[in-house]
């Protein structure tokens, strides 16, 4: 097959998902491309989980569809995803050691020596109850179990937001030597853009069940510019496409979608860092009326 034939790890087309009068997702569409470290961010109430859920096939959407490598998410699909949902369940009167065994009983790719491996990384105790662990803990059980079955796509929702640094730094640093290693397609979401900066190479902007931003990291800040001066010489930008405009003091900045300055004396320009990228989409999210930008 082609390389330009390869199919996305997962395709997220048009899906929505109703919780009672709400929608978690609402027209819902991205691609994730194989062997990337997606990163999907949004505040909480995005739909995030929501989404992961759909990917991973424990959730049925209302409408649209989901495939992963090609594959409709169903029976088929369902060994080559591991997913570890935000709380890692886990049953807590198994040992650790017991937790193990049972990865290996239900899971036909189980690699028991990388399991162990991992599991003495994070130093799990074999004979430690998993409902007496401490969350961090419990949470680097849930990744074992998730990358021992040596999935093709992980999917981790929240994964660092219970562990200390030095245990963030860890599990960023396994998940990066499976990517090398195993080309893995790992697709992770949090609301904290600390925790994914530097991580990711791909990322979703979600706000209100609905895709505001699927892209390259490096492509994205290099599409983007901030521009900053006063409400009338912002009026310059009329015409391109302005993300957000912010007061700042007496000035005012603008993220706008641009690979270069527009030619305006007045203004200073400069790169938008990943948090002030997606804060800049995550504020400007929701309907709203025709952006303009201030002219005085």
């Known amino acids: 097959m082609s390389a330009d034939r390869v199919p996305p790890a997962l395709d997220v087309?048009?899906?929505?998902?109703?919780?009672?009068?709400?929608?978690?997702?609402?027209?819902c569409s991205l691609t994730v491309p194989p062997g990337a470290v997606t990163a999907i961010v949004g505040r909480n109430g995005a739909g995030k989980s929501t989404l992961?859920?759909?990917a991973a096939g424990l959730l049925r959407p209302d409408r649209g569809a989901v495939r992963v490598f090609g594959e409709p998410t169903g029976d088929r699909a369902l060994p080559s995803i591991g997913y570890v949902a935000q709380h890692?369940?886990?049953y807590p009167m198994l040992t650790v050691a017991q937790t193990l065994v049972l990865g290996g009983r239900l899971n036909p790719r189980w690699d028991h020596a990388y399991?162990?491996?991992l599991a003495d990384d994070a130093?799990?105790?074999?004979a430690a109850r998993v409902g007496d662990l401490a969350p961090g803990h419990r949470t680097r059980l849930a990744l074992v179990m998730a990358l021992a079955k040596r999935p093709r796509l992980l999917?981790?929702?929240e994964p660092l937001a219970p562990l200390d640094p030095v245990a963030r730094a860890q599990v960023a640093g396994v998940l990066m030597a499976d990517v090398a290693d195993r080309g893995t397609t790992v697709v992770l979401s949090s609301h904290v853009v600390a925790d994914i900066d530097g991580v990711c190479d791909h990322l979703v902007v979600l706000a209100e069940g609905r895709t505001r931003l699927a892209i390259e990291v490096e492509q994205a800040l290099a599409g983007h510019l901030v521009a900053v001066g006063a409400g009338r010489e912002l009026g310059a930008l009329d015409g391109t496409e302005v993300i957000e405009v912010r007061a700042a003091g007496r000035d005012a900045a603008a993220l706008i979608r641009s690979a270069g300055p527009v030619p305006t004396a007045g203004l200073a320009w400069h790169r938008p860092a990943l948090e002030e990228l997606i804060l800049g989409y995550l504020r400007a999210a929701g309907p709203q009326p025709e952006r303009?930008?201030?002219?005085?």
Do not use: E, I, M
Request: aromatic share 2%; glycine share 8%; no cysteine.
């Open 52 to 54: 992961l859920r759909v």
């Open 88 to 90: 890692a369940p886990l």
């Open 123 to 126: 130093a799990l105790p074999p």
């Open 155 to 157: 999917l981790l929702d």
């Open 292 to 296: 303009k930008v201030p002219t005085a």
């Open 115 to 117: 399991a162990q491996q």
């Open 13 to 27: 087309a048009g899906v929505t998902s109703r919780f009672g009068g709400r929608r978690a997702l609402d027209d």
